[in-house]
Each structure stands twice: as structure tokens, then as C-alpha cells.
């Protein structure tokens, strides 16, 4: 069975970092594009960021370009998301999100990010 | 970006009857080779966001026949037969056709 568990998530000022990780199993990560996807407290949904299997190519919201950093360890079956200079727009559930073919099939339970 | 407008944004519905949810794409999600890439996500309360159906009507394995999705272009639907207690969520539909995917606003639906 497919899992994604999301850690990392926490309470940062306006100003800070923070590294999220999405631990993959169940399935072969390696092969797996992988995306993160953000909801904002009682909003939808908002995609975040994109890397491709084997991480050369990603890709970013405007909103996170430039601030946001995708990564990912193929060994470890682990995605990131390194998130500097938070601002308070960024507070959110985040979600990691394993890719198939115009969708997102498997999603993570998230992991909420609060910048205050 | 693809603009996703969906409707109703809520909707109460008596066990037993039908649901029916509305999206509406502001650019056609067909793509160059013949997919259309809309999906639709049930998000039950608590929990995160799970797929239904990918490719206007294509229904994931182990998803009930009750749900259905049809349409092209730029209109989809839907379809929630025979309603259910444990169906009530937050129904979202997405656009995959291209980055940035963009999602509708989500609709509650109660029982």
C-alpha cells in the first residue's frame, strides 16, 4: 500500500525557515514525480511545487518562487520542501502528493505550517 | 492558469437521492494527444484529500459505481447516486492539464 507522511511542520515567525519531508513507501519512489500542495486554514486547495523523478526539473507556484526550494533523496524515499522567508500567507496544511498523469493520486495527511 | 469554477459551493442532500456538482474550466482541458485532464477529490472531514475519478470519468479502483463524471471541454459533472451517510465531505475538482494545477473552490456536501 502506498504511503506519504509529511513531517516538519511547526509554529515560525514571519521571517524564518522551515524544512518540510514526505516520507514515500508502498510503491518505487524513484520512478515517481512528486508534488507538494497547500490549503490554507477553511480554504481549497493551492499547488505548490513539482519535481520530477529524478530531480532535475522542478517546478513553483509564483507565489513560493524564489522563497521555496523542492528536493528530494531517492535513497531515503524522501521528498522536502525548504521554505525560507515565511510570511504569514504561507500558514497552511501542506501536502505531499505522488504524481500520475494530469492528477495527483496518493496524497499525504499533512502537515500544518502556522507563521505567526 | 486555468480558472475552475464549481457549483454549488454547498449542497444538503436526503440519503438516498442524487448529488450533482458542476465545474467549469475557463480553457478546455484537452490536451494535445486526446486526455482531458480533469479530476475529482472527496476531502472527508479531518482527513486529506483522496481521488475519485481522474480523466473526466475515469472512477479509481475501489470507488463505488454511485460516483460518476462526465462532460468535455470545459464542462464536467459530478454524479453522486444514491447517496450515502459517509459520503459527506468537500467534493474538489482539478485541473491537470497543465502546471500550475488549479483546483475548484471545493463543495460541502451535508447529509
Known amino acids: 500500500e502506498v504511503y506519504l507522511v509529511e513531517s516538519g511542520g511547526g509554529l515560525v515567525q514571519p521571517g524564518g525557515s522551515l524544512r518540510l519531508s514526505c516520507a514515500a513507501s508502498?510503491?518505487?519512489?524513484?520512478?515517481?514525480?512528486m508534488h507538494w500542495v497547500r490549503q490554507h486554514p477553511g480554504k481549497g486547495l493551492v499547488w505548490v511545487s513539482r519535481i520530477s523523478d529524478d530531480g532535475a526539473t522542478t517546478n513553483y507556484a509564483d507565489s513560493v518562487e524564489g522563497r521555496f526550494t523542492i528536493s528530494r533523496d531517492n535513497g531515503r524515499n524522501t521528498v522536502y520542501l525548504q521554505m525560507n522567508s515565511l510570511r504569514a500567507d504561507d500558514t497552511a496544511v501542506y501536502f505531499c502528493v505522488r504524481d500520475r498523469p494530469g492528477t495527483g493520486d496518493y496524497w499525504g495527511q499533512g502537515t500544518l505550517v502556522t507563521v505567526s | 492558469d486555468v480558472v475552475m469554477t464549481q457549483t454549488p459551493l454547498s449542497l444538503s442532500v436526503t440519503p438516498g437521492q442524487t448529488a450533482s456538482i458542476s465545474c467549469k474550466s475557463s480553457q478546455s482541458l484537452l490536451n494535445s494527444v486526446g486526455n482531458t485532464y480533469l479530476s475529482w477529490f472527496v476531502q472527508k472531514p479531518g482527513q486529506s484529500p483522496q481521488l475519485l475519478i481522474h480523466?473526466?470519468?475515469r472512477r479509481v479502483s475501489g470507488v463505488p459505481d454511485r460516483f460518476s463524471g462526465s462532460g468535455s471541454g470545459t464542462d464536467f459533472t459530478l454524479k453522486i447516486s444514491r447517496v450515502e451517510a459517509e459520503d459527506v465531505g468537500v467534493y474538489h475538482c482539478m485541473s491537470g492539464l497543465t502546471l500550475p494545477w488549479t483546483f475548484g473552490q471545493g463543495t460541502k456536501v451535508e447529509i
Open positions: 480523466e473526466v470519468s
Open positions: 508502498g510503491f518505487t519512489f524513484s520512478t515517481s514525480w
